[in-house]
């Protein structure tokens, strides 16, 4: 069965950092790219950041780009989220999310998310 | 950027009747990349539909994708209570994502 859990989120100040994880496990992780996904409360679905299977090609919504930085581990099936810089809109629940040629890089499997809150 | 724009923004119906979202994107794009979702409240995405219009693993037959070009269509062909839930749209090209804004499909 495939699983994404998340961790990491919390409460943080304006300009504080955070650093998110996402344990896979039940699929081969090292063949899928992977991406953050957040939602604000209330609101709809913004996409944050992808990483290919081999962390060959990396990229960022532009509301994010220059202070965070998505990266991986296939040897601990583990996905990360630096956040620097940190704002009161990047207040979110941050999903992590699968994609692969299967589904045509759709996002076929998501965790539950982690809460993140800027706030002074 | 590519902009996806959903209506109605809420759709309101009775079980048993059939559903039609609609997800119109700002350019042409390809059928490949467009995925559309099911968020039911307090739960995490779910894929329902990828390359606009194939089933993702799992979804029962009364959810169909269709469209082309900038016109994209999830169809829900009769309602069951589980169905009523916020539906997004999604294309994936030139390196990033976007979703469409959502729509709430409520209880009549």
Redesign the interface.
């Known amino acids: 069965e495939v699983q994404l859990v998340e961790s990491g989120g919390g409460l943080v100040k304006p300009g504080g950092s955070l650093r998110l994880f996402c344990a896979a496990s039940g699929f081969t992780f090292s063949d899928y790219s992977m991406n953050w996904v957040r939602q604000a409360p209330g609101k709809g679905l913004e996409w944050v950041s992808s990483i290919s299977s081999s962390s060959s090609y990396i990229y960022y919504a532009a509301s994010v780009r220059g202070r965070f930085t998505i990266s991986r581990d296939n040897a601990k099936n583990s996905l990360y989220l630096q956040m620097n810089s940190l704002r009161a809109e990047d207040t979110a629940l941050y999903y992590c999310a699968r994609s692969g040629y299967s589904a045509l890089y759709a996002n076929d499997y998501w965790g539950q998310g982690t809460l993140v809150a800027v706030s002074s | 950027e590519i902009v996806l724009t959903q209506s109605p923004g809420t759709l309101s119906l009775s079980p048993g009747e059939r559903a039609t979202l609609s997800c119109r994107a700002s350019q042409s794009v390809s059928g490949?990349?467009v995925?559309w979702?099911q968020?039911r409240p307090g739960q995490?995405?779910?894929?329902l539909i990828?390359?606009a219009s194939?089933r993702?693993?799992g979804i029962p037959d009364r959810f169909s994708g269709s469209g082309s070009g900038t016109d994209f269509t999830l169809t829900i062909s009769r309602l069951e209570p589980e169905d009523f839930a916020v539906y997004?749209c999604?294309h994936?090209g030139a390196?990033?994502?976007?979703?469409?804004?959502?729509t709430k499909l409520e209880i009549k």
Request: hydrophobic share 25%; aromatic share 28%.
């Open positions: 490949s990349y995925a979702y968020q995490a995405p779910r894929l990828y390359g194939s993702a693993t997004y999604q994936y390196s990033l994502y976007t979703f469409g804004q959502g």
